[in-house]
């Protein structure tokens, strides 16, 4: 079966830092990967998506990068961490069907 | 552009009460629609979705919704709500990248 795994669960980071978040899917290949921001709890922001390795679309200009340096591995990068960058980010995949799978998610807090 | 619209930012029920949760969308072509609960610090986890058939789309733990084309509204429905189903409600279109657009959320708040 497909999961997909998102670490770590909570971050804390002093402004100016860098950043990486990883997320990794087992059970597929060549899948569709996404990174969205939750921001106070709410609606979904779509940061990046990728359709394969080393492509990368960014829906949204802002301090943070992602990368897909393998079939299955997705990882959302800063050089310098802004305030802003505080929410709660979440990683997907997407099957046939729209069908959507959520990793669990990282609260990053930006201190 | 594909989009949707919670109208609501929570909604207030009884434990045992029936329980809707609103969503109408704006798409080009035939829908495809999803609802997705998410509970505190955790991702989002698929309820249902409208692909193509019978209106009434019946889900996991015991939602469903129902589509209305004349009323391009989507509503999450239980019957009877239970505690445990206080969470965030999002309703979701496909996008043009593969993606999903969601709305804004809906907060249940199921009382005893």
């Known amino acids: 079966s497909q999961t997909i795994h998102q670490w770590p669960a909570t971050l804390v980071q002093p402004v100016g830092s860098p950043l990486s978040l990883e997320c990794t899917v087992e059970?597929?290949?060549?899948?569709?990967l996404y990174w969205y921001r939750q921001a106070a709890g709410r609606g979904l922001q779509l940061l990046f998506y990728?359709?394969?390795?080393?492509?990368i679309s960014s829906e949204v200009p802002q301090n943070l990068s992602a990368s897909r340096p393998q079939d299955r591995q997705f990882i959302l990068s800063s050089k310098k961490l802004l305030l802003s960058d505080s929410g709660f980010y979440l990683c997907a995949w997407t099957g046939a069907n729209y069908g959507y799978t959520f990793g669990s998610g990282t609260r990053l807090t930006v201190v | 552009a594909q989009s949707v619209a919670q109208p609501e930012d929570q909604v207030n029920v009884a434990e045992g009460n029936p329980l809707t949760v609103k969503c109408t969308y704006s798409v080009s072509g035939n829908p495809y629609l999803f609802w997705y609960v998410q509970y505190p610090n955790r991702g989002l986890q698929f309820l249902l979705k409208?692909?193509?058939?019978?209106?009434l789309v019946k889900g996991s733990y015991g939602f469903e919704a129902e589509f209305n084309k004349s009323q391009t509204s989507f509503h999450l429905k239980k019957p009877s709500a239970l505690v445990s189903d206080s969470a965030l409600y999002f309703c979701a279109v496909p996008g043009s990248q593969g993606n999903l657009i969601f709305g804004k959320g809906t907060k249940l708040s199921v009382k005893p």
């Open positions: 990728s359709v394969g390795i080393g492509q």
């Open positions: 059970g597929t290949s060549n899948p569709n």
């Open positions: 409208y692909i193509t058939g019978d209106n």
